[in-house]
């Protein structure tokens, strides 16, 4: 099966690549974004979160491994199908400073993708191994929800350099954060931290903050693993519809303060891992 302005790069603590040889032979970091299940906002804030690294100076490529339903491509506002490589290789679609790579991008946005797991998997091997990802600082991997065939896939096909697990507060989401986690120390993938997505609501007319999903589950999850907490990200409704507008909010100064940190807090971990 076959698919077809200069910034000062920051120091990403690590002095050395992850792979000896092939297009990933210059990334530095391999980031995993997981969630233990859908609907928290996961692709959401692996997109922002990219935005927010490349703003800081850093070479960011963004791969979506959600096959079934890549959503990358809507929230970059990107629809255009990604070129060839004088080796046949696919490169990044390049938008708002990162690489992105999505299947969305080839098989089309409103396309369903069937397969079975054996398909999913090289499809995953293909975006890791024949895209020419260049020199990055980070290549974070947006994956789909749960711990199934793609998670195990590329735990077992790249040296990730961690994992971030996106939750909400609220139980049930915290309930497959420990699924999640388990996962990652079963294949022997460090896990950075977690974010807490739609921490609180800030009402726009009273500015006062509601915690629609529960308080605090998130931060008690990441003391309970002893693992990092890299912070609350609030619901916003300008979040919502930078994403669906196809700009992220990231890229909005305004909004810097909710996501530098996360991205921050995330390159500080990896610097003290290395």
Known sequence: MQFF????????????????????ASVR???????????VGKSTLSVNLAVSL????????????????????????VSEEPALSNEQRLLPVKAHGIGLMSIGFIA????????????????LQQFLHQVEWGALDYLLIDLPPGTGDIPLTLSQSIALSGAVV????QSVALEDVERGMAMFEKVEVDVLGVVENMSYYLCPHCDKRHEIFGK????????????????EVPLLEAIRSA???????????????????VAAGIVDQLRSLA
């Open 54 to 77: 490349a703003a800081q100076g850093a070479a960011v490529g963004l791969l979506d491994a959600d096959i079934y339903g890549p959503s990358i491509p809507l929230m970059a506002g």
């Open 166 to 169: 996106v939750t909400t507060p």
């Open 216 to 231: 605090g589950g998130g931060r008690a999850a990441a003391k309970r693993n002893g693992v990092g907490f890299f912070g």
């Open 29 to 39: 970091n391999a980031v995993a974004i997981a969630s233990g299940k859908g609907g």
């Open 243 to 261: 994403g669906d507008g196809g700009r992220p909010a990231a890229l909005e100064k305004q909004y810097e303060p909710i996501f530098a940190p």
């Open 5 to 24: 302005s200069k910034k000062k790069q920051i120091d990403s603590g690590v002095p050395r690549t992850l792979f000896a040889e092939g297009p990933l």
């Open 108 to 123: 089309g946005r409103d396309a369903p993708v069937i397969w079975r797991g054996p398909l999913l998997a090289r499809a």
